[in-house]
Every structure is written in C-alpha cells, then in structure tokens.
C-alpha cells in the first residue's frame, strides 16, 4: 500500500497518520482543536531504534564498537525511523498499522511495526521491533509535541503533573551521569524513572485534560520550548544503548506501547 496520510476518526477525535513523513502522528483533534504542534518535524515521531541522545554517535553491538552519523552533535539522536518513509499495511476507520524496514545506517537489518488505534476518548500507539537476522540492541519511544496553548492561543498555558520515582542526573553533555536524585523543579530536558508505568498528565486549565500513561519505566520532559511541551514515555533512558540495552533476537522482539486518554474539563 501507498505511504500516503491517513486520517482516523472516532467520536469528535480525529487523528492524521503520515506514513511518509517518519511514521509520525502529524495531528491529533478533538472537537475540532488541535492537540499536537504542526510541522513537517513536530507531530509525534517514533523513537527508534534508539531514543534520545546516543553519546558521541557509537554504541557497544556485541563485540563491534559501531558509530551513527552524528544528526545532533556531538552526538546521534531520536533513531533512524523518524527521517523515513514507512508503508502502510492495513487501514480501517479507527486504527492503522503501519511499518518500516531498517536500514542504512542502522547496521541490523530488520522491521519496526507502529499500530495506531484510535477511540472517541483515547489515543493508543503500539510498537514492534523485530531482526531478520542477528540479535542487536534497540530502544522504542514516542516524542509527542503537546501544544502550549490549544485553540488561539490565549488560554492559559498546559500544566504538567507526575510523581516520578527519581530524576536522571543530567551531565554538560546532556546525558545522564548515571546518577539518580531526586527530581527538581522545571524547566525540564530530563529524564525521569516511574519503576510502576509512565503517568503524566498534562492540563490544560478549562480545557482538557490529557494522561500519557505507559508500561515503561522511562520518560523524558521536555517544555523549555514556549510553543510545546514534550512526553515521551520510552524503554530506556538517553544513552540506554550503552547503558541499558534491551536485545532484540530473533525469538524475542522488543515492543511497547503507550495510551492518550482525554477528558474535557
């Protein structure tokens, strides 16, 4: 099938999938007013196969010291699918899956499948990474731009609540240290560990309220930016392909998955 965008509907929930921009979520709206931050690199973009930074570019793969090209110097960040073009598989009213073959300059050949499955109240992403051949490291997440402000803009701004269980020490190079303490007051380019599932919820007073919630550990919050705030709930902190590998083999694929659930306040 074509990698053409597909739009989903469910209730007054509309959602915009663009297979050939990254696989990202270009748009989300309810009730008309557009959750996500538009342009061709906002959106909500798959983190994958890694999330974040990757220090200087190189990951330990087995034996084999392999380096990336460095889209984010000094270092390689948010993945390769993102920059791709994916193929849709299967489309109906309320859901799509689609998928994207891994390739140059990600060294494992191998497939990712992303499942966008939409309700009148919820927004659910799913995803898969599979190997054709030998087992390597790998890392899932979703990199959602939230809208500041939602309609024109004159509202009050969104608001960010979650109790995580501590905060990733974040070095100069923007890195974690390896360090965890306890989590500080924003502005935020962290990441953070919910050992029980990612759950924050972000609200926009008299608006919505929206909760991204997640079996993950993981997330990173991003709102040093006036136009957006970020939550990305991932498998593994920034780095985590030299820290915290989770291995995909030809038995065992790595998967994820997180849930937007809206309510109007």
Known sequence: MSNEDITLTAGDAEVTV?????????????????????????????MVPWCGRTRDGRFRDGAVLRQL???????????????GAWRTARVSADEAVITYDLVDPWPHPGRVTQVVALTENSLTLGMAVETYGS?????????????????????????????PAWQEERGADHLPTGNRVDPKPGPWDDCFGMPDGVDVTVTWPGQLELRVASRE?????????????????????PNGLNTLPRLVTPIDPLEAGTTWTWRRL
């Open 18 to 46: 663009q297979p050939g921009n990254g696989g990202r979520i270009g748009g989300l709206r309810v009730g008309g007013v557009e959750l996500l931050r538009q342009g061709e690199r906002f959106g909500c973009f798959p």
């Open 69 to 83: 090209p460095l889209n984010s110097p000094p270092h390689a960040i948010h993945g390769t699918a993102r920059d």
């Open 135 to 163: 087992s390597f490291p790998a890392q899932i997440g979703w990199h959602p731009w939230f809208n500041r402000t939602l309609g024109d803009g004159r509202a009050e701004g969104a608001r960010l609540d979650f109790t």
């Open 217 to 237: 550990q993981w997330v990173v919050v991003y709102d040093e930016q006036e136009a957006a705030v970020c939550v990305e709930p991932q498998t593994g902190p």
